[in-house]
């Protein structure tokens, strides 16, 4: 199968896991779990899957963040609330940001992408792919739409481990690799620093460490862009496992399911554009 073929379906699978983190009423619901503040939810929430696991554990699965912003959340969380009260949180946002977003539209849709996602997941290979395994051993929600939701958060989790191996591969640190990013998308460097915890000085340490391997000068090099389309290619080749597994027929079928959905979700604000995903704003 095309690798190509798999950066399109997470374009479009990607916006039914991530709505989660644009709704507001994460914080509130979070909140009544026994979290406190968003970020706190955030990585409990994304980390919950997996157990009440230490700080270390999550910066190395999640790998992008500032240490200094996951010890603040991590693992002061799991003595305010328990993994299972966390993920019980979680779907209750993801019903409410899809309910808002899809209302009792899309259901055909909805059922069939759900069925055809849970198979891609069955078939996807779990071996170095911590994130991946965690969420896919969890419990499918009856709910269509949480359903559909789950296997959208298991298959960007299998992408996501994938794309730290290669960054890994590559020897590109988690800063480093939003300084990659951000010059080859339509991504400010200032929103990602927010979002991610790391400071202007930081950022420029990790130009220089670019810069020393020739592949950053004030911008991309000839060979940072290569450096970079070589991680994102082997991103997608890695991507493509389960959807290879699955077949053409029955991709081809998922992907026109969630098209429908993806621009009901964009034409409702379920995402931010741009975003600290690097999830481009859609062209279709």
């Known amino acids: 199968m095309d690798p190509r073929t798999a950066r399109r379906l997470w374009r479009l699978y990607e916006p039914i896991h991530a709505c989660v983190y644009f709704t507001p009423d994460m914080i509130e619901v979070n909140k009544a779990a026994g979290l406190k503040g968003g970020w706190m939810g955030y990585f409990a929430s994304r980390s919950a ?4 696991v230490s700080s270390e554990v999550v910066l190395a699965t999640f790998y992008n963040f500032h240490p ?24 209750e946002v993801a019903k409410i940001a899809l309910d808002r977003a899809l209302g009792d539209g899309f259901s055909e849709d909805v059922a069939a992408a759900a069925k055809i996602a849970g198979r891609a997941v069955e078939l996807a290979s779990r071996e170095g792919r911590p994130l991946f395994a965690a969420h896919a051993r969890l419990p499918v929600p009856d709910d269509p739409k949480l359903a559909l939701w789950h296997y959208a958060t298991c ?14 591969a590559e020897a590109i640190d988690g800063l480093e690799a939003h300084v990659l990013m951000t010059a080859a998308a339509d991504v400010p460097p200032e929103m990602q620093r927010q979002f991610r915890g790391w400071s ?5 340490g990790a130009e220089a460490r670019l810069r020393a391997r020739g592949v950053w000068d004030n911008g991309l090099t000839d060979a940072g862009r290569a450096l970079h389309d070589r991680i994102e290619a082997r991103t997608d080749e890695l991507a493509a496992q389960p959807f290879d597994a699955l077949g053409e027929s029955e991709t081809e079928r998922f992907e026109a399911h969630l098209r429908p959905i993806h621009k009901a979700l964009t034409a409702a604000g379920a995402i931010a554009y741009p975003n600290p995903m690097g999830l481009p704003k859609p062209d279709f």
């Open 200 to 204: 202007e000085e930081e950022w420029h």
């Open 49 to 52: 899957a997996m157990g009440p």
């Open 68 to 91: 200094d912003m996951v010890r603040r959340a991590i693992p002061d969380a799991w003595t305010f609330s328990t993994p299972e009260k966390v993920l019980a949180a979680r779907l």
């Open 155 to 168: 298959l960007r989790e299998h992408r996501g481990d994938g794309h730290v191996a290669c960054l890994v």
